[in-house]
């Protein structure tokens, strides 16, 4: 599965997003704030640890958080960098 | 006090002051409900179903709070249930004991409460809230505490009795009420609002009931 | 309308102690004592996170097995010693509890059910326990119920229980927020990190006459949403400001007139700020505060009845007790933490209390002359 799709999968499993579809949620649409998914600082956390399980990557400066995970595209090009 | 508007929802349809709105139609009937309504609030997926439910009976309540003046501080929110928060509690618990990861995004909703806040920060309302464990719906209850709510100070109550714990107790129903519409005995209040919640549990909905309100 | 006229010239409430449980003692006399050692129940508890971390907790060591329901029915025997039967069973007597989460060892069965089954049980009441459950601010709501039901004559007493025991499920899940705190707990400093969970249970006494006993007045008290967010505490503090304004306004004293605050204290770094800047809006940051959870840490449900009990102790001994942990200014608006034990007549106290769900609670305390 191509990255971003497998990206859109693990964040509805992990938010438990479970009435949303990876179709629901586009590459470039912000993830947090009131647009987008609406999400917040208590799903960055839930961000930091699936990055840490699925991908080993830690995030040690948690001021970068909202910038990574601005949206699906920030969080592969992020994801790429850092494989 | 006078009880001006109400709704009530469950997998079976979505209604408002009696009527059906909505028939139920899949096995998601929250989503399919929030989908139907068109109601642009992507928050609404991070709920749990209880907030969920919530969320969507008072979406259904809108018209008549429309009118309502000085409601972001004299509304009080009065909600009760008898499983409290136990469906999340139950998958926050699988979160550290099966996936090894205790989820923040699933404990910040085991707690029942935190449905009235998600009603607050809908609609900006900085009144009262108040959140019961009672072993089932008790008319009498409610009344009691919209009097006291009244007597403090407060203008209008929106109340819940909302269980989504599966099939056997899942129904969310909500009422508006008013202290200064004309005045009706406390009685006659819990009497119509027993009988309000007995027609919409009985009335063209087949379902299975745990135990009829008193 | 005629009913709500004849409430109008509303009955006077009093509270007065029924029970404290807490690692720091088994009544208000130990913790009297304890106080003014300050001395605190947090312990470093081996292997208690999630990761086996050895967390600070204030956990009472003698309970075992079903901690909830041997702290609730331990606390209850104590209300039957020292209450006659023909009080407890009274139909003008109501019992309510707060509770975040009761009984959690038995999930998936109702984690509420042993709390109406052990009041039952111990009390023998009339009338079935009445339970809220609303995050932190439950004790201090569960106080300002029973003052309802005082005022509008449904009961002439209320037996207010506060109960919440540490679990797994606590634990981790604040853990998963990464609000716990490294060490024990520092409310309002600069170095503070986090929360430290405890447990406890607490009983109060509401009364519509005054007793020989030490009592104090409840004057008034009140609610407010945050309407900002269900996890995290507001900002500019405006459900705190308006709690506290809404209370203040209800119970008919000036603001001048309060004494000391018991604010909620729970040494996360968002929670203390916002304190400090409701207590800054309301005009009130030169008042002597502090928080209890540097002695109890926070015991969620029970969290607004122990500590209401900590204020009457305050009134009861006119002394402030120092807020363990605090040592330097770590707010944005400063605030004037209590760093020693004094002597003070308290006349007026203020307690408040913030939670998950945006929930903010205040009520008011009067000495009686």
Redesign the interface.
């Given at each position: 599965m191509e990255l971003k799709e497998q990206l859109k999968a693990q964040i509805i499993e992990q938010l438990n997003l479970e009435d949303l579809t990876t179709a629901d949620i586009k590459n470039d649409a912000p993830l947090f704030g009131d647009e987008g998914l609406g999400l917040?600082?208590?799903d960055a956390?839930e961000f930091i640890v699936l990055l840490d399980s699925e991908y080993s990557i830690k995030i040690d400066d948690p001021s970068l958080a909202r910038e990574i995970f601005y949206s699906i595209d920030s969080m592969a090009d992020f994801i790429e960098s850092n494989k | 006090m006078k009880i001006i508007s109400h709704s009530y929802l469950n997998r079976f349809g979505a209604f408002v002051n009696g009527d059906l709105i909505l028939s139920g139609q899949e096995d998601n009937f929250l989503k399919q409900y929030f989908v139907q309504l068109e109601i642009d609030y992507p928050k609404f997926y991070k709920m749990d179903s209880l907030s969920k439910s919530a969320f969507l009976g008072d979406f259904l309540l809108k018209n008549t709070l429309q009118n309502m003046v000085n409601i972001?501080?004299k509304l009080q929110?009065i909600f009760a249930n008898?499983?409290?928060s136990?469906q999340t509690?139950?998958k926050?618990?699988e979160s550290?004991t099966f996936k090894k990861n205790?989820?923040?995004s699933l404990?910040?909703?085991?707690?029942?409460?935190?449905l009235?806040?998600?009603i607050?920060?809908k609609?900006?309302?900085?009144?009262?809230?108040?959140?019961?464990?009672?072993?089932k719906f008790d008319s009498k209850?409610f009344i009691?505490q919209i009097?006291?709510s009244?007597?403090?100070?407060n203008e209008y109550c929106m109340c819940g009795w909302i269980e989504m714990n599966g099939l056997e107790e899942e129904e969310c129903f909500m009422f508006v009420v008013s202290k200064t519409v004309h005045?009706v005995e406390n009685q006659e209040a819990s009497n119509e609002l027993n009988q309000i919640l007995n027609n919409y549990r009985n009335n063209g909905i087949k379902r299975t009931i745990k135990s009829s309100n008193n | 309308?005629g009913k709500?006229a004849k409430?109008e010239g509303s009955l006077k409430c009093y509270l007065k102690y029924g029970a404290l449980i807490s690692p720091l003692g088994q009544n208000v006399q130990d913790h009297y004592t304890a106080f003014c050692d300050n001395k605190s129940g947090i312990n470093q508890e081996l292997g208690t996170g999630?990761n086996s971390e050895d967390l600070f907790l204030s956990k009472i060591k003698h309970l075992k097995n079903s901690r909830y329901n041997s702290l609730l029915e331990l606390a209850c025997k104590k209300i039957v010693e020292a209450y006659s039967s023909s009080f407890l069973q009274s139909e003008k007597t109501g019992i309510i509890v707060s509770t975040?989460?009761?009984n959690?060892e038995v999930?998936?069965s109702?984690?509420?059910a042993s709390t109406?089954s052990i009041i039952k049980n111990i009390l023998n009441p009339y009338h079935?326990p009445?339970?809220?459950?609303?995050?932190c601010i439950s004790g201090v709501?569960a106080i300002n119920?029973a003052a309802?039901?005082i005022?509008?004559s449904?009961f002439d007493q209320v037996i207010i229980i506060g109960i919440d025991v540490l679990s797994?499920?606590i634990v981790?899940?604040?853990?998963?927020?990464?609000a716990l705190s490294n060490e024990a707990c520092r409310p309002f400093d600069k170095n503070r990190k986090g929360i430290t969970l405890g447990e406890a249970c607490g009983i109060l006494i509401m009364k519509n006459t005054l007793d020989d006993d030490f009592s104090v007045e409840y004057l008034a008290g009140?609610?407010?949403?945050?309407?900002?967010?269900?996890?995290?505490p507001s900002r500019s503090g405006?459900?705190l400001f308006?709690a506290v304004t809404?209370a203040i306004e209800?119970s008919g004293v000036s603001k001048k007139e309060i004494d000391f605050i018991s604010s909620h204290g729970t040494a996360t770094l968002y929670n203390d700020e916002m304190e400090s800047v409701a207590l800054h809006r309301l005009e009130l940051n030169h008042i002597p505060t502090n928080s209890f959870k540097g002695y109890f840490g926070h015991t969620l449900g029970a969290a607004g009845i122990i500590e209401t009990i900590m204020c009457m102790v305050s009134m009861e001994k006119s002394v402030l007790f120092k807020s363990i942990g605090f040592s330097e200014v770590g707010t944005t608006e400063t605030l004037n933490i209590v760093s020693e034990n004094s002597n003070v007549d308290l006349e007026i106290v203020l307690k408040t209390a913030s939670g998950?769900?945006?929930?903010n609670a205040a009520l008011l305390l009067k000495q009686v002359k």
């Open positions: 917040d600082s208590i956390l | 972001d501080e929110l008898s499983t409290s136990q509690d139950l926050f618990i550290y205790p989820s923040p404990f910040v909703y085991t707690l029942p409460n935190i009235a806040g998600e607050a920060i609609h900006k309302w900085y009144g009262e809230n108040i959140f019961f464990i009672l072993t209850f009691d009097e006291m009244f007597l403090r100070g005045w | 309308m709500q409430l999630f975040t989460k009761a959690l999930l998936p109702d984690t509420f109406i079935e009445i339970i809220i459950s609303n995050a709501i119920t309802d039901y005022r509008s449904k797994d499920f981790y899940g604040f853990q998963s927020l990464f009140a609610t407010s949403n945050d309407a900002n967010h269900i996890s995290g405006e459900g308006r809404k209800r998950f769900g945006g929930g």
